[in-house]
């Protein structure tokens, strides 16, 4: 079936505005991750979900952000009061199951804010 | 603690020779080892993986992988560059406990010249 979807693609704001994230896991994975990749760094874990247990949240870095993920599929990262530093790349990854399972990566989210 | 260092953050060959894409590792746990590629506004792609089987890894695309437990490197090599292999390289160990269980290196920017 279908890979990892996220939407949008691009999406430019300005500071302080509050930008919302989709992503679309592939159908059966029951692990969902949301990772930032900032130029020239490598990908930096946010959030996990497994299940419907309750989300790893030890890598968001403020309060500003925060995750759901509905009916144990789509999920949704929001950033609020956005700042200039939270412009980077937004990666969604699923898998089958979290342990020794390859993560299947989306396209990704490009955040620029202005 | 887990870590993983791309020694180059940019490499340029020309086509038909070799590449060697270098990364060295450090776990306190048995990792699984993965070699990711990254095209311009594409997502992550798996290009293969070492999980404890055998030291040397074939991937896609005509590459692979030599695992040495003794210098902590997992090396990803190809015999022959070809244009299309123009992409960012990302090392990542996966260990089998926690939420935040993938580390990813700062990445390697591969260059081919025709």
């Known amino acids: 079936g279908a890979g990892v979807s996220q939407s949008p693609s691009n999406k430019v704001t300005e500071k302080g505005k509050d930008v919302e994230l989709r992503c679309d896991p592939i159908s059966g994975h029951t692990a969902l991750y949301w990772y930032r990749q900032s130029l020239g760094q490598g990908l930096e874990f946010l959030i996990y979900f497994q299940g419907n247990s309750a989300p790893d949240k030890s890598g968001l870095p403020s309060d500003r952000f925060s995750a759901e993920r509905t009916g144990g599929s789509v999920s949704t990262l929001t950033i609020q009061r956005t700042q200039q530093e939270d412009s980077a790349v937004y990666l969604c990854?699923?898998?089958?199951?979290?342990?020794?399972?390859?993560?299947?990566f989306g396209p990704g989210t490009r955040l620029t804010v202005t | 603690a887990q870590s993983v260092t791309q020694l180059d953050s940019h490499v340029s060959v020309s086509e038909g020779t070799p590449v060697l894409l270098r990364c060295n590792y450090s776990?306190?746990?048995?990792?699984?080892l993965f070699w990711y590629v990254q095209h311009p506004n594409k997502g992550l792609q798996l290009l293969l993986k070492y999980t404890s089987a055998a030291t040397l890894v074939k991937g896609i695309n005509g590459f692979e992988a030599e695992f040495k437990k003794s210098e902590t490197s997992f090396h990803l090599t190809k015999p022959s560059a070809h244009m299309s292999d123009a992409a960012e390289y990302f090392c990542?160990?996966?260990?089998?406990?926690?939420?935040?269980?993938?580390?990813f290196g700062t990445g390697t920017r591969l260059t081919v010249i025709p």
């Open positions: 990542v160990v996966m260990i089998q406990t926690g939420a935040n269980n993938l580390f």
């Open positions: 990854a699923s898998s089958q199951r979290r342990l020794a399972n390859e993560q299947y």
């Open positions: 776990s306190s746990y048995s990792p699984s």
